[in-house]
């Protein structure tokens, strides 16, 4: 027999129904020699510290650092997990061969591997590797089954992750709530969280000590068109564009110098108001732009918090749910390409897309261009771009309609002609005082056809004005003009939206607008696409951040846990960044895992060294966490949406007894940074415990019962609970 294994129950029912397996079992579906099981997303972790050696269980700086010799993985401590795994167990040691058909990523890879051990699966193991759920991409998988040590490398990298974040998450947490933390409240430190963090928190400090500078400007209105002066740059402006350019051309710099007071200003306005204006040149250049990129992940979920506000997490389980409904490809992608593979399926993809005919027909019967802005095999890995499948979307909700709508409509907007534009560069004179405007004329609009009924986002104004027509000048024209002076103050930089916040976790906090650029730097972003939703909703859930309209506003705990934070190690965008990096490497074979994780180790015991040594008494006031969370959440979330946990896989068990687990010398689970702050129990009793915010959902607040604390979110499934 042989037994497949799927991540969800849905997905394992749209398999079966491709094998013609069709009875249905406790736990799992059979026919025509398959058996197609599933779990519920994580079914295993890793092992809690104490599990280790009982010394680790109490929260004590004697501890530390604790790197366990050997990491082992268990069961999670769910009844419904429990009864699932003991099916799949049984079906595993009686199978002929077992196919995984987890989701097709690194997070996917590691959940059945680790189900597999701990089963002690022992038969040979196959991959089904796609990229969607349709009845035609399953059927193509199965014929093109891989075998599981293709996969290797992935799982390896997947480990790693979870063993380093375990080391930094539990280490860390531990130190810094012992050393720092007040009324028994834990300081959750991770990985990937805390540099996310220190983002939110150095823009939030950069905006408060911001002091605005005062300047001008000078401009005239000539023929119902504002002009600009044009302002002499700096001698450091100059020197870094030639830096840039290598020195090999010298840079202009005409203009004048720029306006340091009022009174300066005015007499320039007084200088020219009398003299005529003169057109000393008019400059047109014909350009053309491209469609906008294919969306990954990332992409995604910046458009929809800037068009429809939804988090990064909404927009998530979006996608996942339209990936499941078999009418969008694979969603945790990094890639905006699609593979040479993809293409000659493309117009029975636009065939499908029957709600926008009005804009696939141009297309129809046509040869698609094959640019190479699209379909490049070097930018393709395990996954493409996200695309729409092809099979008719129905029965979607509002939200998950606007989400298919934008990916729709990228698809076929990248098959449509380039825009073309023309840009017009007009330059006037008035006393040898030099002015500019810049005006761009769309010639055929291409592309943007497809995007025509699209409300725009106030944001874009700006772009809006400058594709105003200007009036035809001509090169000698003069005439009267109507000079002005503007007072202008310098702007601190926003701050960050969700949007911002996962480009600049893309990035490793460096502010990239060219989408090349962008991809050299993806390389070193902090954390996955498919784990950046869940480190922002951590950070709500710890109450080191709210939300303000789309801002996000770190609250004063997270100011003063990024302050005390002295590692740079702990914090940096750009240290993170090598370390995920790394973790690349590591899946493509070109960094060990083992020297992975002896840095880690190394590097978890000089922070732990580091804090140690501190002896300046410092401590963080917590006392507002819960009170202005609870307080924040009433008042303003409701009408918003409420923050729940993720999904079962993100769930933590409240207590551990199992200890039956599978050991492995690999590193292991991308969920340790949860775990981390899910260990307070230790730091429990007394009443001070009431009113902090619940360890294990991170939604609800400990309220004490007759025997025991528990959750106020017990009615909604939380199970957290701690004897006196």
Not at 15 to 41: P, S
Not at 182 to 190: E, F, H, P
Not at 374 to 381: E, H, I
Not at 596 to 603: D, N, S, V
């Amino acid at each position: 027999m042989i037994v497949c294994i799927a991540e969800k129950p849905s997905v394992a029912r749209d398999i079966a129904e491709v094998l013609g397996a069709h009875t249905r079992k406790e736990g799992y579906i059979e026919g025509n020699g398959y058996q197609v099981t599933w779990t519920f997303g994580h079914l295993c972790t890793l092992k809690e510290p104490h599990e280790y050696t009982p010394n680790w269980k109490s929260w004590n700086l004697g501890s530390l650092p604790m790197i366990p010799p050997r990491f082992g993985i268990k069961l999670i401590e769910n009844p419904t997990y429990e009864k699932q795994f003991h099916i799949i167990e049984g079906l595993m040691q009686n199978a002929d061969e077992i196919i995984n058909c987890g989701d097709a990523g690194q997070e996917g890879e590691l959940i059945q591997r680790w189900v597999m051990q701990k089963a002690g699966a022992r038969c040979p193991v196959k991959r089904l590797w796609i990229s969607s759920l349709t009845e035609e991409a399953i059927r193509e998988g199965f014929a093109k089954l891989k075998d599981q040590t293709d996969f290797q490398s992935l799982y390896e990298a997947g480990l790693s992750r979870a063993m380093g974040d375990w080391l930094l998450g539990m280490n860390a947490t531990r130190l810094y709530t012992i050393k720092y933390g007040q009324n028994k409240q834990v300081l959750s430190i991770g990985r990937v969280q805390t540099p996310t963090l220190a983002l939110i928190v150095n823009r939030q400090l950069e905006i408060a000590n911001f002091e605005p500078k005062q300047y001008w400007e000078l401009k005239t209105n000539y023929r119902d068109t504002t002009f600009s002066a044009l302002i002499r740059k700096s001698d450091e402006e100059i020197a870094a564009e030639e830096e840039k350019n290598g020195g090999k051309k010298k840079i202009d710099n005409p203009g004048i110098d720029p306006i340091a007071n009022r009174e300066e200003g005015e007499a320039l306005v007084e200088r020219i108001k009398n003299l005529p204006f003169v057109v000393t040149s008019v400059g047109k250049k014909d350009g053309r732009e491209f469609a906008p990129r294919l969306f990954d992940l990332t992409s995604l979920q910046v458009e929809c918090n800037k068009k429809f506000a939804y988090s990064a997490d909404e927009t998530l389980k979006l996608i996942q749910s339209l990936y499941e409904k078999k009418v969008a490809t694979y969603p945790r992608v990094d890639t905006t390409f699609l593979s040479d593979d993809i293409y000659p399926k493309c117009p029975a993809i636009l065939k499908g897309l029957r709600d926008y005919e009005v804009l696939t027909a141009p297309l129809a019967g046509t040869t698609l261009p094959k640019s190479k802005k699209v379909f490049d095999n070097s930018k393709v890995t395990d996954h493409h771009a996200i695309i729409p499948t092809g099979v008719y979307a129905q029965n979607l909700t509002d939200m998950e309609r606007r989400v298919y709508d934008l990916i729709a409509r990228r698809f076929i907007a990248v098959f449509y002609p380039d825009c073309k534009i023309s840009t017009t560069t007009v330059m006037g004179e008035v006393d040898k005082i030099e002015f500019r405007v810049t005006g761009k004329q769309i010639l055929e609009p291409g592309w943007r056809v497809v995007f025509a009924k699209e409300v725009k986002d106030p944001t874009e104004e700006k772009e809006e004005e400058d594709e105003n027509v200007l009036p035809a000048f001509v090169k000698g024209e003069s005439g009267p003009h109507i000079p002005d002076l503007n007072e202008k103050w310098t702007q601190p930089p926003r701050p960050y939206t969700e949007a911002t916040l996962l480009r600049a976790m893309e990035t490793a906090g460096k502010l990239v607008d060219n989408d090349e650029l962008r991809d050299a730097l993806k390389e070193n972003g902090i954390g996955r696409p498919s784990t950046r939703a869940a480190i922002i909703e951590t950070l709500f859930k710890r109450n080191y951040i709210r939300k303000e309209r789309k801002n996000l506003i770190a609250t004063s705990t997270g100011v003063e846990l990024v302050q005390i934070i002295h590692e740079e190690l702990l914090k940096s965008a750009e240290l993170t960044g090598i370390w995920e990096k790394k973790l690349r490497e590591i899946e493509k074979k070109t960094y060990d895992a083992r020297q992975f994780l002896e840095e880690l180790k190394q590097m978890v015991s000089e922070i732990v060294m580091s804090v140690l040594s501190d002896n300046t008494n410092r401590r963080i006031t917590i006392q507002d966490a819960v009170a202005a969370k609870a307080g924040e959440k009433e008042k303003k979330e409701p009408k918003k949406r409420e923050r729940k946990p993720s999904t079962p896989k993100e769930k933590k068990p409240k207590a551990e007894k199992k200890t039956n687990e599978v050991k492995t010398d690999s590193p292991g689970s991308p969920a340790p940074m949860a775990t981390a702050a899910s260990t307070p129990s230790a730091t429990g009793g007394g009443d001070a415990f009431v009113g902090q915010l619940c360890p294990l959902c991170g939604k609800g607040t400990i309220i004490k019962g007759k025997t025991a604390y528990g959750c106020s979110e017990w009615r909604n499934g939380c199970t957290f609970r701690k004897s006196f």
